[in-house]
């Protein structure tokens, strides 16, 4: 081999070598910044519930329900009414047997009489009394005792009297009537039992179904949106039937246990049946104060609430204050901006991290 032919073999050899060390010298270059950006979902806060997260559950109920019984011990001598029948307010449901009722009336009336009858002597007694003391025949204290005899026989008539009336109500409570109009859902006893006042023996039940109520179970963290007054809606469950009701009564508290407020709401004209399952939907809560997100963007260290906001490329944590709406709702009550991007399912990311939002 020529002197020539080395010299290029070694340049070739010195060019590939040099080659070589270029390439390994740029793959061990550390690439620019710690990691990569991560990929995350994002959502801004809801400044409106979708419709039909805010919402209770209760059960229709009649307003006017009540089980009939008799006011005082005795035998039934008639029962005027099946089950299923409707009846108008103050029709006769039951008769109880009245014979010792109508012995008493009848008494009360004949001392009634007889303390008529003693007024008219002592009003006699103190005409005379008059004249004679006029003549000075009758000393003053015989003339008082002439009329105090006058005034209590006058209030032995309003004695007699006062159980006249006690003798013809207890009569009249013999026939026991409809409170109010409605339909007969039970019928416990029948002619010929022997009922008692204490206890108290239930005869006939009696329901308002024109006159219904929805009694609802409210989470407290939604309780302002009952709002006595506002029309919510509902559906039945099950069938579904739908329903309108007029909020009327909030209670002022919170139950203990459940955490939950009574709300009664008067039900508009639908067609349903005391004792049925609904639920109510209080609609969109845009105005209430406050932010909502789903819950897989509310983070908890077990003594606080956050949650971690993408801004100018980073994970950004925020201390927040969030109350749970529905499951898998919470309202923010503070500590976020509507505009803010908030990080969904931020798993592992730790404030400062490199992140990019996912296209929606």
């Known amino acids: 081999m020529t002197r020539t032919h080395?010299?290029?073999?070694?340049?070739?050899?010195?060019?590939?070598?040099a080659g070589c060390s270029a390439r390994a010298d740029k793959a061990a270059l550390?690439?620019?910044?710690?990691?990569?950006?991560?990929?995350?979902?994002?959502?801004?806060?809801?400044?409106?519930?979708e419709t039909g997260l805010a919402r209770a559950t209760g059960t229709i109920r009649a307003r006017e329900d009540a089980t009939l019984a008799a006011r005082a011990t005795g035998q039934i001598k008639r029962v005027r009414v099946e089950v299923g029948d409707k009846v108008k307010a103050g029709a006769p449901l039951v008769e109880m047997d009245a014979a010792n009722q109508r012995i008493?009336?009848?008494?009360?009336?004949?001392?009634?009489r007889l303390a008529a009858a003693n007024v008219a002597e002592a009003e006699r007694e103190l005409a005379r009394a008059k004249e004679l003391l006029q003549q000075q025949a009758l000393p003053q204290s015989g003339f008082d005792k002439v009329t105090t005899g006058r005034e209590i026989a006058a209030a032995q008539l309003d004695q007699a009297r006062a159980a006249v009336r006690a003798a013809e109500q207890q009569l009249a409570d013999t026939v026991i009537t409809a409170p109010f109009p409605g339909i007969v859902t039970a019928k416990r006893q029948n002619a010929g039992d022997t009922v008692t006042m204490m206890p108290v023996t239930p005869i006939i039940g009696l329901t308002n179904v024109d006159l219904l109520e929805v009694r609802l179970a409210v989470p407290e963290a939604i309780e302002g949106f009952a709002v006595p007054g506002r029309t919510v809606k509902g559906l039945t469950t099950p069938g579904g039937q739908p329903f309108e009701a007029r909020v009327r009564v909030?209670?002022?508290?919170?139950?203990?246990?459940?955490?939950?407020?009574?709300?009664?709401?008067?039900?508009?004209?639908a067609a349903l049946r005391p004792g049925t399952l609904v639920t109510v939907d209080f609609g969109a809560v845009g105005e209430k104060a406050g932010l909502f997100l789903p819950a897989n963007a509310i983070q908890s260290d077990g003594t606080s609430s956050f949650v971690f906001v993408l801004a100018s490329g980073k994970a950004?944590?925020?201390?927040?204050?969030?109350?749970?709406?529905?499951?898998?709702?919470?309202?923010?009550?503070?500590?976020?901006?509507?505009?803010?991007?908030?990080?969904?399912?931020?798993?592992?990311?730790?404030?400062?991290?490199?992140?990019?939002?996912?296209?929606?």
């Open 30 to 49: 550390p690439v620019p910044g710690a990691a990569p950006p991560r990929a995350v979902r994002v959502a801004k806060p809801a400044t409106r519930i």
């Open 250 to 269: 909030k209670n002022a508290v919170v139950d203990a246990a459940s955490r939950t407020i009574e709300v009664l709401a008067d039900v508009k004209g």
């Open 316 to 360: 950004e944590k925020r201390a927040v204050t969030a109350t749970a709406v529905h499951p898998g709702t919470f309202q923010v009550e503070s500590g976020l901006a509507a505009g803010d991007a908030v990080i969904l399912d931020p798993g592992t990311l730790a404030t400062g991290d490199a992140v990019v939002a996912l296209a929606n």
């Open 104 to 112: 008493a009336l009848d008494n009360a009336k004949a001392l009634e």
């Open 6 to 17: 080395l010299l290029a073999a070694s340049a070739a050899a010195l060019l590939t070598l």
